[in-house]
């Protein structure tokens, strides 16, 4: 069973920075697409950006594009997303996603393995 655990949530002021970290462990331990979503309340699980397994390609929301960096260190089974220029309408839930697939999906079907979540709050 693989396991994804974020971390890096948390409170910051519009225009602020944060880094949220997930790092992935289980069953197989080998790379595979990743991918970031998020969920603000009362809404629907959205994309924000995805990297392909060797990092070599990366896709973005568009109104996310130019603020958030995704990246990934396999060697430590880590997966990154920087966020720069923070808005109070990016406070939300962020979640990891894992596929086993070689498609930078924007879906939530595009992932089977899911973290739980960290909040991140942007104060205005």
């Known amino acids: 069973q693989v396991q994804l655990v974020e971390s890096g949530g948390g409170l910051v002021q519009a225009g602020g920075s944060l880094r949220l970290s997930c790092v992935t462990s289980?069953?197989?331990?080998?790379?595979?697409?990743m991918g970031w979503f998020r969920q603000a309340p009362g809404k629907e699980r959205e994309f924000v950006a995805c990297i392909s397994r060797n990092g070599a390609s990366t896709v973005y929301s568009d109104s996310m594009k130019g603020r958030f960096t995704i990246s990934r260190d396999n060697t430590k089974n880590t997966l990154y997303l920087q966020m720069n220029s923070l808005k109070p309408e990016d406070t939300a839930v962020y979640y990891c996603?894992?596929?086993?697939?070689?498609?930078?999906?924007?879906?939530?079907?595009?992932?089977?393995?899911w973290g739980q979540g960290t909040q991140v709050t942007v104060s205005s």
């Open positions: 289980g069953r197989t331990v080998t790379p595979y697409v």
């Open positions: 996603a894992g596929g086993d697939a070689s498609i930078l999906s924007r879906t939530v079907s595009g992932y089977a393995y």
